[in-house]
């Protein structure tokens, strides 16, 4: 069964940083490409980071202003998001999903989500 789960929310204070993770199991990272999402209380989910399958190269699709990488640890079949100088417009469910060998920024192209992990930032 193909898999993800997504671990490392929590609360913290502006301009605090969080790193989550996203564990893949069913399939390995080589072959597809892993995007970072979130979506805040009514708002639509949006692309914020994107590892691509191959080469590891990373796509931005959300303005985080070079706060936020990407990265991944093949070894342990795990994508990273590392979010630093978090901003209370920051609070969102952060999930991680899976779509084929080339990054998207479209919600649609996705086909395996996480079920999610809450990051919440006070001011």
């Known amino acids: 069964q193909m898999r993800l789960v997504e671990s490392g929310g929590g609360s913290v204070q502006r301009g605090e940083s969080l790193r989550l993770s996203c564990a893949a199991s069913g399939f390995t990272l080589g072959g597809y490409a892993i995007g970072w999402f979130r979506q805040a209380p009514g708002k639509e989910r949006e692309g914020i980071l994107c590892?691509?399958?191959?080469?590891?190269?990373?796509y931005s699709f959300d303005s985080v202003k070079g706060r936020f990488t990407i990265s991944r640890d093949m070894s342990k079949n795990t994508v990273y998001l590392q979010m630093n100088n978090l901003k209370p417009e920051d609070t969102a469910v952060y999930y991680c999903a899976r779509t084929t060998i080339r990054c998207s920024g479209e919600v649609g192209d996705y086909f395996t989500w996480g079920p999610g992990t809450q990051v919440t930032v006070s001011s």
């Open positions: 590892i691509s399958a191959r080469d590891g190269n990373t």
